[in-house]
């Protein structure tokens, strides 16, 4: 015992240590950027694990969800710093305006199409190396969780109108700003569910609540510092080796920087899964996307007024409008895939097959085939799934009211 108590105490230690050469260059020398590039993946890295040990630790004083939901806001916010200087800029340069676009659609795409996939997959080896793996081979969803598929489903359907509008306007930034407000507060709600720590959240988990509560929020608070200082330059750092490459400026942020930002939510993911907590990665990965899908789009219409000077709305050029309702779409078909309450290695394959298909045929044919095909698989999923789905809104109305989950509802 005290030799694991030993491990884990180095291993949380070596994990800051990953993030302590970066702080050394970040607030004076200008690396090369190879070296920019290193270090400051190497401290993203370090601040991924804290994030997620502070994210188990918080799951003994709250509920799961909002714990995940907390987790994936800190683990977004390199998305979010990198969107909203992109949306400070367009108010001045207009050439930046499709880039905003850019980054959060392939953001979002690259979390569903190879996230969830990851999760599903990661999950599925790790429950049936402890047997626990139903024999269909499919990976319960929790029905704690039907308050994220819920919101995000509300979220999706309502983003639907802004290609259709083309523009991303200060209501809109209330509306969504409200769906993740209500989110939140529904998460607190959920019912509390003890954790079982492993590993060096175990050792951390031993400690008195009050030193266990400061280490928890002291890594969080770090760990979202860490991410918010290096992932610029990490970006910075890739695009510009991407550049000499010669690849276009729309393709870099669309899928590099967001490749970049969301790296610690991706280990993140494999972390979870690959302990076998599959239902806390699905929250983390479900809360994420409600993070971008929800409060990052309102966020982007407001900093672009403050920067602009004036109320003003962040227009979507043809292109964007294309990005916006292609990855609406698929969303769509996310929350249709997970409303069953069961995500089969079968489901998870199609998303990633289907994403990375539209990766490598990047036309404006491409883009709406691949959309009305998101949409018809949606409908089909949804109308295959009507009993599961109807149960589903029954168990998300159930953990509103705080009121039990029967068996016989699920």
């Given at each position: 015992?005290?030799?694991?108590?030993?491990?884990?105490?180095?291993?949380?230690?070596?994990?800051?240590?990953?993030?302590?050469?970066?702080?050394?260059?970040?607030?004076?020398?200008?690396?090369?950027?190879?070296?920019t590039?290193?270090?400051?993946?190497?401290?993203?890295?370090?601040?991924?694990f804290?994030?997620?040990?502070?994210?188990?630790?918080?799951?003994?004083?709250?509920?799961?969800?909002?714990?995940?939901?907390l987790?994936?806001?800190i683990?977004?916010?390199?998305?979010?710093?990198?969107?909203?200087?992109?949306?400070?800029?367009?108010?001045?340069?207009?050439?930046?305006?499709?880039?905003?676009?850019?980054?959060?659609?392939?953001?979002?795409?690259l979390l569903?199409?190879?996230?969830?996939?990851?999760?599903?997959f990661?999950?599925?080896?790790?429950?049936?190396?402890?047997?626990?793996?139903?024999a269909?081979?499919?990976?319960?969803?929790?029905?704690?969780?039907?308050?994220?598929?819920?919101?995000?489903?509300?979220?999706?359907?309502?983003?639907?109108?802004?290609?259709?509008?083309?523009?991303?306007?200060?209501?809109?930034?209330?509306?969504?700003?409200?769906?993740?407000?209500?989110?939140?507060?529904?998460?607190?709600?959920?019912?509390?569910?003890?954790?079982?720590?492993?590993?060096?959240?175990?050792?951390?988990?031993?400690?008195?609540r009050?030193?266990?509560?400061?280490?928890?929020v002291?890594?969080?608070?770090?760990?979202?510092?860490?991410?918010?200082i290096?992932?610029?330059?990490?970006?910075?750092?890739?695009?510009?080796?991407?550049?000499?490459?010669?690849?276009?400026?729309?393709?870099?942020?669309?899928?590099?920087?967001?490749?970049?930002?969301?790296?610690?939510?991706?280990?993140?993911?494999?972390?979870?899964?690959?302990?076998?907590?599959?239902?806390?990665?699905?929250?983390?990965?479900?809360?994420?996307?409600?993070?971008q899908?929800?409060?990052?789009?309102?966020?982007?219409?407001?900093?672009?007024?403050?920067?602009?000077g004036?109320?003003?709305?962040?227009?979507?050029?043809?292109?964007?409008?294309?990005?916006?309702?292609?990855?609406?779409?698929?969303?769509?078909?996310?929350?249709?895939?997970?409303?069953?309450?069961?995500?089969?290695?079968?489901?998870?394959?199609?998303?990633?097959?289907?994403?990375?298909?539209?990766?490598?045929?990047?036309?404006?044919?491409?883009?709406y085939?691949?959309?009305?095909?998101?949409?018809?698989?949606?409908?089909?999923?949804?109308?295959?799934?009507?009993?599961?789905?109807?149960?589903?809104?029954?168990?998300?109305?159930?953990?509103?009211?705080?009121?039990?989950?029967?068996?016989?509802?699920?």
């Amino acid at each position: 015992m005290q030799n694991n108590r030993t491990l884990h105490i180095a291993l949380i230690i070596g994990t800051v240590l990953l993030t302590v050469p970066w702080l050394a260059v970040a607030f004076g020398t200008h690396p090369s950027a190879p070296v920019t590039v290193f270090l400051s993946g190497l401290a993203i890295l370090g601040a991924a694990f804290l994030i997620s040990w502070s994210a188990e630790l918080a799951q003994f004083d709250v509920s799961r969800s909002l714990a995940m939901a907390l987790l994936a806001l800190i683990a977004v916010l390199p998305e979010y710093a990198v969107d909203i200087y992109l949306a400070w800029r367009a108010a001045h340069h207009p050439e930046y305006i499709p880039l905003v676009a850019a980054n959060m659609t392939g953001a979002n795409r690259l979390l569903v199409g190879v996230g969830w996939s990851a999760v599903v997959f990661l999950g599925w080896m790790a429950l049936r190396k402890q047997g626990k793996i139903p024999a269909e081979g499919q990976i319960p969803i929790e029905p704690v969780l039907a308050i994220e598929v819920t919101t995000l489903t509300v979220a999706t359907l309502y983003s639907l109108v802004l290609p259709l509008k083309g523009t991303i306007t200060l209501w809109d930034a209330v509306v969504f700003v409200l769906m993740f407000a209500g989110y939140v507060w529904t998460a607190g709600r959920a019912p509390h569910i003890e954790p079982e720590p492993a590993g060096p959240v175990a050792t951390l988990a031993a400690l008195p609540r009050r030193w266990r509560r400061a280490s928890y929020v002291l890594m969080f608070l770090y760990s979202g510092f860490i991410i918010l200082i290096a992932t610029e330059p990490f970006t910075e750092g890739l695009i510009h080796l991407g550049k000499s490459f010669g690849i276009s400026e729309f393709i870099l942020i669309q899928w590099i920087a967001p490749l970049a930002s969301e790296s610690p939510e991706m280990i993140i993911l494999c972390y979870f899964a690959l302990r076998g907590h599959v239902a806390s990665a699905m929250s983390a990965i479900i809360s994420s996307k409600i993070n971008q899908w929800t409060l990052l789009i309102g966020s982007l219409p407001i900093i672009y007024s403050v920067s602009a000077g004036h109320f003003s709305f962040l227009p979507l050029e043809p292109r964007p409008r294309e990005e916006v309702l292609l990855t609406a779409a698929q969303s769509l078909f996310a929350c249709a895939v997970i409303a069953n309450r069961f995500f089969s290695r079968l489901e998870a394959l199609l998303l990633f097959v289907l994403f990375a298909v539209q990766l490598v045929i990047p036309s404006i044919a491409a883009r709406y085939a691949f959309t009305v095909l998101y949409f018809v698989l949606a409908l089909g999923w949804m109308f295959a799934y009507r009993r599961e789905v109807a149960v589903n809104l029954t168990i998300f109305y159930r953990l509103l009211k705080r009121q039990p989950v029967d068996k016989e509802v699920t």
